[in-house]
C-alpha cells in the first residue's frame, strides 16, 4: 500500500511517498528555516504563507522521486494536530483537496504519533510495545507506546519543552536559530561540568520534567558575567547546560522504564538528534542491556516519511476521516 503524505505543522513544508508503512520511495523537505532566522524564532503568519507557496511543489517533487502518479497511490496522510493552527490548515486542505478531487481516503495523523514512527523507517524490525522519549521543540514526553496506535503518556514537562529550553539558552548566548542544533555544535569537546546547574525534579511525579529553572540558571550566568564584563565560554556553558538537559531526560526514562518494565527503549523528536542525548541514552540502554531505537538523523526533524509511515498503521486501524477533518493546535497523543 502506498501512502502519500504531508506535513506542515511548523516551518518544514514536507511530502513524502512511503510504502507498507516502512519502505521510503520519496521524502521531500521545504525548510522554511533561512526565513525565521532574521526572526530568532518560527513566525506562524509567515510560515502558513510559506506553506502556501510551496505544498503543491512539494507534493509533485515526492510524487515524482517515487516514479508515481496519484493513481499509483493508496490513501493520503497528513498532519493534522498538534503544531501552529495557520501551518496545519494549508496541509490539512491540501490534502482534502486530493482526496476530493481522485477520491482517495484521507487519513488523519499525530504529529507526535508520525515522531515515534519516524523510528519505523529507520529501523524495520521494530515493532509495540517500547517506551519513547518524544522530545521536541514543543513537547517532551515519555510514552507507552503500547501498539502502533495505541498510546499512554506517563511523564510530561511542566512548563518548558526540552527544545525550547534548548533554543531559548541558545539565543540568549548568541547563537543563531534553530538554536538546539547550534548549541550541540558549538558545546562539542566543552567541558559540562565547568558551570554549575541546578538539577530539576517535580515532587511526587518522578517521570515529570521542568526546564525552566534550568534556562533561568543559564540566563543568570550570562546576565552575571555581562555586568561583570566577564567573557563567557560558550562552549563550557553549552556543554554543560546540554548535559543537565540530557541528565533530567536520561533519569527520568530510565526510572520509567524500570518501573514499568520496558527493555526496549525508543527517540523521537527533533531534540533525538542532539549528540549528547543518543550517546547517553546508549550508555544507559547498554549498562542494563536494553535495545535503544532512535531515528535517522534525517528523520528527527519534521518530514513527510514519518507521516506516512503512521498513515499506515492509522488506516489499518480504520482510523480515517471525512473531508469536514478540521486540524487541531493542541490535542493529546492518547
Ligand atoms: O520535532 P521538531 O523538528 O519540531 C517540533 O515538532 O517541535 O523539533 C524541533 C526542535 C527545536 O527546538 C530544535 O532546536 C531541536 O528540535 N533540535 C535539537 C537538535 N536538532 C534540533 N536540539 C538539540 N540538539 C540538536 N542536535
Ligand atoms: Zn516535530
Redesign the pocket.
Known sequence: MKILSLES??D?TAAAVVEDGRLVLSNIVASQVEEHKIYGGVVPEIASRRHTEAVSGVVKSALDEANCTLSDIDAVAVTYAP?LIGALLVGVNYAKGLCMATGLPLVPVH?LRS?IASNYITHPELKPPFLCLVV????SHIIEVKDYTSFKVVGYTHDD?A??A??KAARAMGLPY????N??RAAKGGNPSAYKMPHPRVDGAPYDFSFSGLKTAALNIINSANQKNEEISVKDLGASYISAVVRCLTENTEKAAIDLGYKTIALA???S???V?REEMQSLCSKHGWKLYAPDLKY???NGAMVGAQGYYEFLAGHTAGLDLNACACMSIE
Not at 534553530?178 to 542544533?181: A, E, K, N, T, Y
Open positions: 505543522s511548523c518544514e503544531g504529529h515522531h521536541s521543540g514543543g513537547h519543552a527544545g525550547e534548548m533554543d534553530p538554536g538546539g542544533l548549541l550541540d523528536g527533533g531534540v538528534a542532539n549528540s542525548l528527527c526533524g519534521d
